[in-house]
């Protein structure tokens, strides 16, 4: 149980440039290429030779192309200082180059011969020249470009292509840097994260999203779009760059390509509130109960439940959000050891018992209260269809059961007091097949009578739970768990699961689950070191109760682990 608090805080977004929004707004293409398997043995370091040459020969081939659509789009400018910012954007693309001849002047071998164009490669260099030339929809043939104006255009157009790659390299860069170790000299790969994560590398990344953001100030708004368009189609390219690149390795990710559905049967947990949906579903039920609710003024109709007042149930919500607020923090409080613990899943479970006994004495007070009663079927399936989830939320769990071939079930535990909502708010996005295992209002005549059927209220539910869908489970297959969760609540399945995802960033969750010796690994950089490990001889075994948990910031970045692109 959760209890919704009083008022949620406005974001006000600050001004920031159309270079700048993009790659924000884009964030799924920029993680599909971080978790993309080249990208990840690259970090690691344990990337095959032979497929770096292949890389670096595609690469050749794709800023020469960078380098000749640079040329074109200084040809088009007609300021002074932009023509200047392109030459200079061209010189840096022209030391990349150089860099790349000193790995094949290393190798005694003249990789870019022997190894042909790929068509992804192929896709991508014709793509930034048919832009460069003006090749672009909406634009005059190049030939009837009259004013300097409309050739500025094709100079914001190329960059609206060439902005992706340099942001997106400068990205990658950093984030390998970050997980070189300090005394790290034997990393393969050293001199090629050092050149994009460089602080010349940076600015010139930077100086490009600026020059774009110049070039793009005097555009319509129906220009801008093919700029947006431009963007996008670029980073999906990378991607494509990226995931074209031949391994001969076996890999971490994606998860779903190692996992075979012949002797595997993958198993995908997730909790609701919060890891799925952006609102508790408290505060949405507790909105339904107060916006329908008579008026103090109103009389009742005869045979209607008899319900409380929009004002009372608004008062009776305070009472029990501070209640649940003040009790919970001390029992939080009550249940930390004074000094960390090693990792002991079972002392951890008897702790969370305590917990357990306080959202069940909860539920009973919302029952209790009365808060719930004379609620509407219909009005909550409708609240659930419009609830907001979210981003990349659906799309993950929509491919999934799409696939056939991966042989995966899914299963969402809750403390939700209705499932009819979280039923109604994935059937929105075309997904009937989930498995829903959360708590039930009861109802008459599609009336609530104010009682909660009561199936899941605890961190001992939840796990118990978990244990039966496993039991469940026929023995034909070795089962392969991932559990989503961002609470407490969710904590001894996030650890009984082979592999616990922790989705946000709960105070809670985490201060707990440290006292308790649990560890907390960014999932990309522990994917790196599971990696490494791999490469190294070790078998890549996912297992839980090990007290280590992965985080991530969105459900992009566990899409791009778990199926990859």
């Known amino acids: 149980m959760a209890i919704p608090p009083k008022s949620v805080a406005a974001v006000i977004p600050t001004e920031e440039g159309i270079a700048r929004r993009f790659w924000i707004k884009f964030r799924r293409e920029s993680v599909l290429s971080l978790y993309s398997p080249f990208a990840l043995c690259l970090a690691s370091g344990s990337l095959k030779i032979d497929t770096f040459r292949h890389y670096i020969a595609q690469d050749v081939h794709f800023l020469k192309a960078f380098a000749q659509a640079c040329e074109l789009a200084e040809d088009c400018a007609d300021d002074d200082d932009a023509k200047l910012a392109i030459s200079e954007l061209r010189k840096g693309v022209l030391e990349e180059l150089k860099m790349h001849d000193s790995f094949v002047q290393e190798w005694g071998s ?69 997980l070189l170790e ?10 090629w994260i050092e050149t994009y994560s460089s602080e010349s590398f940076q600015a010139s990344a930077l100086q490009t999203e600026d020059l774009l953001d110049k070039l793009s100030v005097s555009l319509t708004g129906e220009e801008l779009n093919i700029i947006e368009k431009l963007y996008h189609q670029a980073m999906k390219l990378e991607i494509e760059f990226f995931y074209s690149q031949l391994l001969s390795q076996p890999t971490v990710v994606p998860l779903a390509k190692e996992h075979d559905p012949a002797q595997d049967r993958l198993i995908i947990f997730s909790n609701f509130d919060l890891t799925c949906s952006v609102v508790d579903s408290s505060a949405i039920l507790a909105e339904i109960a107060i916006v329908t609710a008579p008026k103090s003024d109103q009389n009742q109709l005869e045979g209607q439940i008899a319900r409380m007042s929009s004002t009372e149930l608004r008062n009776a919500w305070g ?30 479970h008897k702790a969370l018992e305590q917990l357990s006994d306080f959202e069940i004495r909860a539920n009973s007070r919302v029952i209790e209260s009365r808060v719930l009663k004379g609620l509407n079927l219909e009005d909550i399936k409708r609240a659930g269809e419009r609830l907001i989830l979210q981003d990349g939320c659906i799309n993950f769990f929509q491919k999934i059961a799409k696939n056939d071939n991966l042989n995966a079930n899914i299963h969402v535990l809750s403390y939700c007091w209705c499932g009819d909502l979280i039923e109604a708010a994935f059937s929105s996005g075309g997904l009937d097949v989930l ?36 039991q469940d489970c026929s023995n034909d297959r070795k089962n392969l768990t991932v559990y989503i969760g961002d609470s407490i609540g969710d904590l001894l399945c996030l650890l009984k699961a082979d592999i616990g995802i922790v989705f946000g960033s709960s105070s809670s969750l985490r201060r707990v689950g440290s006292q308790y010796g649990v560890s907390f690994v960014p999932l990309f950089p522990g994917l790196v070191k599971k990696q490494k490990e791999y490469a190294e001889g070790s078998p890549c075994i996912w297992k839980g109760q090990t007290g280590i948990l992965y985080t991530a910031s969105g459900w992009d970045d566990i899409h791009a682990f778990v199926l990859g692109w």
Not at 148 to 164: R, W
Not at 182 to 191: A, G, I, L
């Open 435 to 470: 498995n829903i295992h959360a708590n039930e209002l009861s109802f008459e005549e599609s009336v609530s009578t104010g009682e909660i059927v009561r199936k899941v209220q605890s961190p001992i539910d939840k796990i118990q739970a978990f244990n039966d869908i496993l």
């Open 319 to 348: 009472l029990l959000s501070r209640q649940f607020t003040e009790e919970y923090e001390h029992c939080i409080e009550s249940i930390l050891p004074s000094e960390k613990v090693e990792f002991n899943y079972e002392a951890l």
């Open 182 to 191: 300090p005394n790290e000299h034997d990393h393969p790969y050293k001199k």
């Open 110 to 178: 003249d990789c870019v011969k022997e190894s042909p164009v790929n068509s992804a490669t192929l896709k991508y260099t014709e793509f930034l020249l048919a832009t460069a030339s003006g090749k672009v929809e909406g634009l005059k043939a190049p030939g009837q470009l009259a004013t300097p104006f409309e050739k500025t255009k094709i100079a914001a157009y190329t960059l609206g292509a060439m902005t992706p790659c340099m942001r997106l390299y400068a990205f990658l860069g950093k984030e390998f840097q970050a």
